[in-house]
């Protein structure tokens, strides 16, 4: 069973906005940067945005989500949020959160991932 459990996904209007959010176990974020990735039909995992352990570090790997989402933590409730504005049709994806050593826009290197959760923005 995965330690990390995506929610927050679902169907939303183009333009609209959504908060996904992984919950991990307690400390975990103390150790580990959380990833944000996603997946569409006939494409690769690619990375979205990823907050360090410390979380004094965010990253946004894509440019078609820079200014539109933004990854945040709340340590005390061990949630990591992706508030993603704006929503377009080419958001549409499995989104899965993952924990690394470090933040890194390559899947491989995180260890332990969540189920996902189903984005779909329609046009």
């Known amino acids: 069973q995965s330690q990390l459990v995506e929610s927050g996904g679902g169907l939303v209007q183009s333009g609209g906005s959504l908060t996904l959010s992984c919950t991990a176990p307690p400390y975990t974020l103390d150790y580990y940067a959380l990833g944000w990735f996603r997946q569409a039909p006939e494409r690769e995992r690619e990375g979205v945005s990823c907050i360090s352990s410390t979380g004094e570090s965010t990253y946004y790997y894509l440019e078609s989500v820079k200014g539109r989402f933004t990854i945040s933590r709340d340590s005390g409730k061990n949630t990591v949020y992706l508030q993603m504005n704006n929503l377009k049709p080419e958001d549409t994806a499995i989104y899965y959160c993952?924990?690394?050593?470090?933040?890194?826009?390559?899947?491989?290197?995180?260890?332990?991932w969540g189920q996902g959760t189903q984005v779909t923005v329609s046009s």
């Open positions: 993952g924990l690394s050593r470090v933040c890194s826009d390559y899947h491989h290197d995180y260890t332990d």
